[in-house]
C-alpha cells in the first residue's frame, strides 16, 4: 500500500521545510509513504527547499495557475506513480502532520472513499468571529448542495483512495475544496470526516483578499457544481417562481373578472403570461440540461476506465524504472 503526500506551494519557502518535518515517516498498513509538491509558479526557493529535503516528486508550473489546477496537477502525477490513497494538506503546516494516520484510517478499513479532516473552526484562535460564522455557513450550504454530512467543507485537509481520485474533475479554477465534495456527494462515492488538529498560523490565507470576495467567489463555485450534477432540480427551483408569480396574477385577473372589473386589469394577465411562458421555458431548458449531464456521466465513466488503463500501466512503468534505479523525480507542466 503506497501513500503519496501532495503539497500545494506557491512561494512556501518559509514554511514549507517545517510543514515537511511534521509529516508522519511510518504508518501501520502502509508500505510507502512518498511526498509530492505542487510549484504553482513559485518566484522564491521553494523548488530548492523542498530538494534538499527530500521530496520525491516536484510538479512545477512556469507560472501561477490557481489552487484548483495544482490539486488536480498533483492528482494525476500521484496517480502516474503508483499512489493507492493521496493526502492532500497545506505548506503553510496549518494541519498537524500526525492525524494523516487518522485521515486515511477509513480508506484502510474500507469504509470511505473520501475522507475529510474537520478542523476545530470555534476554537481556532486565528480565526476571527466573522470567519468562524462563514466557514459554518458555507458548509452547511455545500451539504444541502451535496446532501453529505461534512461538517467543514472548506479544509484543504482531505485523503483520497486510488479509484475516486480517478473520477475526480475540477471545473473552476478557484479551489477543488467544494466542488470535489458536491461531486462526490452526487455520484455516490463513499465520503466521510474525521476530527483533526491544526497548529498555530505561520502565514495569513492567500486563497482570498476579502471576506466577501471568498463568499463570492465559494457561492458562484456551489451553484455552477449544483447546475451540473442536478440541474432538473436547479432548473426546476429557479423556473417555479415566475410560474408561481404569473399563476397569481392570473387568479387575481380571474378575481377581478369574475367580479366584473377585469377591463381594468388586462395589462396584469399579459405580464402574468409572460411570467409563465418564462418559468415553462427555464423548465424546458432544465430538462436539456439534464440530458446533458447524463451524457457527462456517460463521458466521466469512460474517462475512469481510460484513467485507469492509463495509470496503471504508468505505475508499472515507474516500478520498474524505480526497481532499476531510473526514476525521475520531476515532473514540468507549462
Not at 479551489?175 to 476530527?195: D, F, H, K, N, W
Not at 385577473?253 to 402574468?272: E, P, R, T, W
Amino acid at each position: 500500500m503506497k501513500l503519496i503526500i501532495q503539497i500545494p506551494c506557491l512561494n512556501e519557502a518559509q514554511t514549507l521545510e517545517i510543514a515537511l518535518n511534521d509529516l508522519p515517516k511510518h504508518i501501520d498498513g502502509i508500505d510507502e509513504i512518498e511526498v509530492l509538491i505542487i510549484n504553482d509558479g513559485s518566484v522564491d526557493n521553494t523548488v530548492e527547499v523542498a530538494r534538499n529535503w527530500g521530496v520525491n516528486y516536484v510538479v512545477s508550473f512556469t507560472r501561477n495557475k490557481g489552487l484548483a489546477k495544482g490539486f488536480m496537477a498533483g492528482i494525476d502525477a500521484c496517480l502516474r506513480n503508483g499512489a493507492d490513497i493521496i493526502v492532500n494538506t497545506d505548506a503553510d503546516n496549518q494541519y498537524c502532520g500526525a492525524d494523516i494516520e487518522k485521515l486515511i484510517k477509513p480508506i484502510l478499513e474500507k469504509k470511505a472513499d473520501v475522507v475529510i479532516g474537520e478542523r476545530p473552526i470555534d476554537d481556532t484562535e486565528h480565526f476571527s468571529p466573522l470567519k468562524k460564522k462563514l466557514q459554518h455557513f458555507g458548509s452547511y450550504v455545500v451539504r444541502v448542495a451535496s446532501k453529505t454530512d461534512i461538517p467543514d467543507a472548506p479544509s484543504g485537509f482531505r485523503a483520497f483512495s486510488r479509484d475516486a481520485a480517478m473520477h475526480l474533475n475540477v471545473m473552476n479554477n478557484y479551489t477543488y475544496t467544494l466542488e470535489t465534495i458536491v461531486q462526490a456527494g452526487r455520484t455516490s462515492m463513499a465520503i466521510t470526516s474525521v476530527p483533526v488538529r491544526t497548529n498555530g498560523e505561520l502565514r495569513k490565507s492567500r486563497l482570498f483578499h476579502s471576506m466577501f470576495g471568498y463568499v463570492k467567489r465559494s457561492m458562484i463555485t456551489i451553484v455552477r457544481a449544483f447546475m451540473m450534477y442536478r440541474p432538473l432540480t436547479f432548473f426546476s427551483i429557479l423556473g417555479i417562481i415566475p410560474f408561481t408569480a404569473g399563476l397569481a396574477l392570473v387568479v387575481r385577473f380571474l378575481i377581478y373578472f369574475i367580479k366584473g372589473a377585469g377591463n381594468g386589469h388586462i395589462q396584469s394577465l399579459v405580464f402574468s403570461s409572460t411570467l409563465m411562458l418564462l418559468g415553462f421555458m427555464t423548465f424546458i431548458v432544465g430538462l436539456q440540461a439534464d440530458v446533458i449531464a447524463n451524457n457527462r456521466k456517460l463521458l466521466e465513466d469512460i474517462q475512469f476506465r481510460v484513467r485507469r488503463l492509463d495509470y496503471n500501466e504508468r505505475a508499472r512503468e515507474e516500478k520498474q524504472a524505480q526497481e532499476e534505479g531510473d526514476k525521475a523525480p520531476s515532473v514540468d507542466q507549462s
